[in-house]
C-alpha cells in the first residue's frame, strides 16, 4: 500500500528491516533474499538523506559505526553484574540443590538451565523502547560505555518492536559473543595479512567491541543474546522462565536452548544433553547456568560479595590436547614469506586455550599429512609456539584432499614464488600483509632516506588507508598528516619536503629500497653498473642476470620474479609518474690501485674506526671483493672485537687472519 508521505513511508520502511533483521540475525530464518533486502535498506538511505530532519539514532541506517574516541568513558551499572560460582562435579551440583532447599525451607524447586555462553558479558539500557547505552560488566559495578559499539551488532535492536510492549524502562544483561565460523572467517584473514589471530572467539568479541573506532567493530561478526532482566518500570515476571519468554516478546533475542527443570536429576539430564550437542552448536559455550526459577525466591536468598546464592555455572570440562583442524590458512610475513597455519576448534594445551598451530612449511605439512577436517594432537613447542604434533587417526573418516599452497598470495593475488623448502609473494611492493615492512624498508637512510617515516607514522599510514603500495608515497598531502597522531604544521612541513627531496634517487638505491629478495646494498651496486638504467634492468631475462658477476641461480630467479609480476611494474610506473627521478649511475674513475683485484674479504666482529660499509667500500675501490661468508676461496678474515663463529671457520681452513691495523694498513696507499 502506498504511503501518503515521506515520514509514513520511513516509518514503514524501519518497521519492515526491523523484522527482516530479527529473523535473519536472532531467529536464523530469513523470509526474503538478500537483493530484496538490500532493496529496501537503500531506499531507506535515500529517503533519510533527503529528508535529515526525520533521521533519528534508532534506525536501521545507524549502524556502520563513527568516528573513533580518544577513550572509552565509565559508567555506573544500575544494579550490579554479579559474576557466578563455578562447579565442575556432579556431588556439587547435589549440594547445590540441598542448599536451595534446605534454605528455602521446601522439598520442590524448580530450576531453569541454559547454556552459558563464551562471550562478554554487557548491559543493555532502553527508554520508551529504544536503545539508550549499552556498557561492558566492568569490575561488576562500574563499566565502560561502548554504546556506540553495541550499536554496530545487527541482532541487537535498536527500538523493541516486539508481540508485547516493552516497559518504559528496562535494563538487560546479556552476552556479546562470535559464531565460530565468522570467528574462523576473521581469523584466517587476520592470519592471512600476518596479523596476530585472536585465541578464541571470546577473545575476538572482546577486543571487537571494545574498540575506540566503532567502525572496526561494525566490520566484526559480532552477534548477542540475553538472559537477564536486571531493572525495569513496572511489575517483573514472576519466575526466570517468564522472564526469558518477556524479553524474547519484546524483541530480543534469548537462548533457544533451554529448559524449565522441575528436579535437580532434569538439570544434570540437561548438562549432560547440551554437553553431547556442544561440539555441533554454531558458538561456544563452556557449561550450563543453572538458576532458581522463583524469582521472589531469588530474592529472599539475595548475594554474596561477587556472585548470587541462587545461581551457579554448571562448567564442562575443557578439550585438551585433542582437536580438529577446521582450515588452514597461509600467513603472509611481513618479508613475503608464505607460512602455512592450522586453524583449530579451540583447545586448552598447558592451561592455555589456543586456536591455530604452525605448519611451518609445505614440506612440513606433506611430511606430517594433515589435512582439513583432521583430528590432531597440539602441543606448545617450548611451552610457547602451538605446533601439531602428530595426526590422529579416527576409524571410518573420510579424509579431504591433500593441502597444496597457493600460487597466488592470498592477501594480494600476486603470484607466489618458491625458494627452497618457503614459499613467499612476488608482490612486495604493493601486498598489504608486507606493505608496512615495505615502506620502512624503501624510506630507511640506506634506500630513498626519507626523514621523519618512522614506524609509527608508516603504521597510522597504512591503517588510515592513505597508502596502499609505495607509490601513494608521492600523492600524500601536508593536510593529511596534520591528521595523525603527532603531527603539527612543522613536523607534516618536513616529511613533506623529504619525501620532496627523496624524488632524485640513485637506480641503486631504488634498486636497494624495493626489497627485492637477495638484493642488499652490494648486489643493488653490482646491476646499477651493469645495466646503468631502470628500464634495461627491468627488461633483462633471467639469462642475462646469470651472466653479471656474483649473481648467482637464486639471486637471478629472485629479480625475474619481482619484475615479471605486473603489481610490481604498475607501481614502478606510477613512481616515475609522480615524479621520481632515477639518476644513472655515476661514471667511475679507474681505481688508483688495483692492489686487492682477485682478493676476497669476510668481517666479522665490530672495527673501532670504520663502519662494515666504509671498509667494504675501501676493499671494493681496491678491486676486491667482500663476502659474507667464510670458504676455502676466501683471502683474508679481518677480525674486530667480539668475532664471531667465522672465525672460528677461517682458523680449521686456514685462511689468513688480519686485525684491523693489519687491514688499515693493506687498505691504505703508500
Not at 142 to 152: K, P, S
Not at 214 to 223: D, K, V
Not at 248 to 272: D, M, N, Y
Not at 327 to 340: E, F, Q
Request: net charge negative; glycine share 6%; charged share 25%.
Amino acid at each position: 500500500m502506498p504511503h501518503s508521505t515521506p515520514e509514513e513511508r520511513i516509518a514503514a520502511l524501519r518497521r519492515e528491516i526491523r523484522h527482516h533483521d530479527h529473523l535473519y540475525y536472532t531467529k536464523d530464518r530469513p523470509e526474503i533474499s538478500d537483493a530484496e533486502y538490500d532493496r529496501l535498506f537503500r531506499e531507506l538511505v535515500e529517503l533519510e538523506t533527503a529528508h535529515p530532519d526525520l533521521l533519528t539514532s534508532d534506525s536501521p541506517t545507524q549502524r556502520v559505526g563513527a568516528p573513533p574516541l580518544d577513550e572509552l568513558s565509565k559508567v555506573p551499572h544500575e544494579k550490579p553484574m554479579l559474576s557466578l560460582d563455578s562447579i565442575t562435579d556432579h556431588e556439587d551440583v547435589l549440594a547445590f540443590d540441598q542448599r536451595m532447599k534446605r534454605e528455602l525451607e521446601t522439598g520442590h524447586i524448580v530450576y531453569t538451565a541454559e547454556p552459558k555462553f563464551d562471550g562478554l558479558s554487557v548491559e543493555l539500557v532502553y527508554d520508551q523502547g529504544r536503545f539508550v547505552r549499552g556498557a561492558t560488566r566492568g569490575d561488576g559495578r562500574v563499566g565502560e560505555d561502548v554504546t556506540i559499539n553495541l550499536r554496530t551488532i545487527r541482532s541487537l535492536p535498536l527500538q523493541l518492536s516486539g508481540n508485547a510492549a516493552p516497559p518504559s524502562h528496562l535494563v538487560v544483561r546479556g552476552e556479546v559473543y562470535m559464531r565460530l565460523d565468522e570467528f574462523q572467517i576473521l581469523n584466517r584473514r587476520m592470519t592471512e595479512r600476518g596479523e596476530e589471530a585472536f585465541a578464541n572467539p571470546r577473545n575476538a568479541a572482546a577486543g571487537s567491541l571494545r574498540q575506540l573506532d566503532s567502525r572496526i567493530t561494525a566490520s566484526r561478526p559480532l552477534t548477542l543474546t540475553c538472559y537477564d532482566i536486571m531493572a525495569l518500570a513496572g511489575q517483573a515476571p514472576a519466575t526466570h522462565w517468564d522472564e526469558l519468554e518477556a524479553l524474547a516478546a519484546w524483541g530480543l533475542p534469548v537462548p533457544e536452548h533451554r529448559r524449565r527443570c522441575q528436579s535437580i536429576e532434569e538439570v544434570l539430564s540437561f548438562q549432560q544433553d547440551t554437553d553431547a550437542m556442544r561440539d555441533s552448536l554454531p558458538f561456544e559455550i563452556d557449561g550450563v547456568v543453572v538458576k532458581l526459577d522463583r524469582r521472589d525466591w531469588q530474592d529472599q536468598l539475595g548475594s554474596k560479595s561477587r556472585s548470587p546464592r541462587w545461581a551457579i555455572a554448571y562448567k564442562f570440562a575443557p578439550r585438551k590436547e585433542i582437536t580438529v583442524i577446521q582450515d588452514i590458512a597461509v600467513s603472509v610475513g611481513r618479508t613475503g614469506t608464505l607460512t602455512p597455519l592450522a586453524l583449530l576448534k579451540p583447545v586448552e594445551v598447558g592451561g592455555v586455550t589456543i586456536s591455530r598451530a604452525t605448519l611451518h612449511n609445505a614440506d612440513e605439512v606433506a611430511r606430517k599429512d594433515v589435512r582439513i577436517g583432521d583430528t590432531v594432537k597440539v602441543e606448545r613447542a617450548g611451552d610457547v609456539i602451538p605446533a601439531i604434533a602428530e595426526r590422529v587417526p579416527v576409524p571410518g573418516e573420510s579424509r579431504q584432499e591433500p593441502f597444496v599452497m597457493p600460487d597466488h598470495c592470498p592477501v594480494c593475488g600476486s603470484a607466489v614464488a618458491r625458494e627452497g623448502a618457503y614459499f613467499y609473494c612476488t608482490g612486495q611492493t604493493v601486498c598489504v600483509a608486507q606493505l608496512k615492512g615495505a615502506i620502512e624498508h624503501f624510506a630507511s637512510k640506506s634506500a630513498l632516506n626519507i626523514e621523519g617515516l618512522g614506524k609509527k607514522t608508516v603504521a597510522q599510514l597504512v591503517e588510515a588507508g592513505m597508502v596502499r603500495d609505495l607509490a601513494d608515497l608521492y600523492s600524500l598531502t601536508k593536510e593529511q598528516l596534520l591528521t595523525l597522531e603527532g603531527f603539527a604544521d612543522r613536523s607534516a612541513t618536513l616529511l613533506m619536503e623529504s619525501i620532496e627531496r627523496s624524488k632524485a634517487v640513485s637506480l641503486e638505491r631504488l634498486l636497494m629500497g624495493l626489497g627485492i629478495r637477495q638484493v642488499g646494498q652490494h648486489i643493488a651496486r653490482v646491476l646499477a653498473k651493469q645495466f646503468g638504467t631502470l628500464a634495461r634492468l627491468m627488461a633483462a631475462t633471467q639469462e642475462e642476470f646469470l651472466q653479471v658477476r656474483e649473481i648467482g641461480p637464486e639471486i637471478s630467479a629472485s629479480l625475474t620474479s619481482f619484475f615479471s609480476e605486473a603489481r610490481n611494474r604498475d607501481v614502478i610506473d606510477r613512481l616515475i609518474d609522480r615524479g621520481l627521478m632515477v639518476a644513472p649511475p655515476e661514471t667511475e674513475a679507474t681505481p688508483a690501485s688495483q692492489s686487492l683485484a682477485g682478493k676476497t674479504f669476510v668481517f666479522t666482529g665490530g672495527l673501532a674506526g670504520y663502519s662494515r660499509d666504509q671498509a667494504k667500500q675501501m676493499v671494493e675501490q681496491q678491486g676486491g671483493l667482500v663476502s659474507s661468508s667464510v670458504s676455502k676461496k676466501t683471502s683474508y678474515v679481518v677480525a674486530g672485537t667480539d668475532p664471531g663463529s667465522k672465525l672460528d671457520q677461517a682458523q680449521k681452513l686456514g685462511v689468513q687472519i688480519l686485525t684491523e691495523a693489519e687491514f688499515t694498513a693493506l687498505v691504505t696507499p703508500a
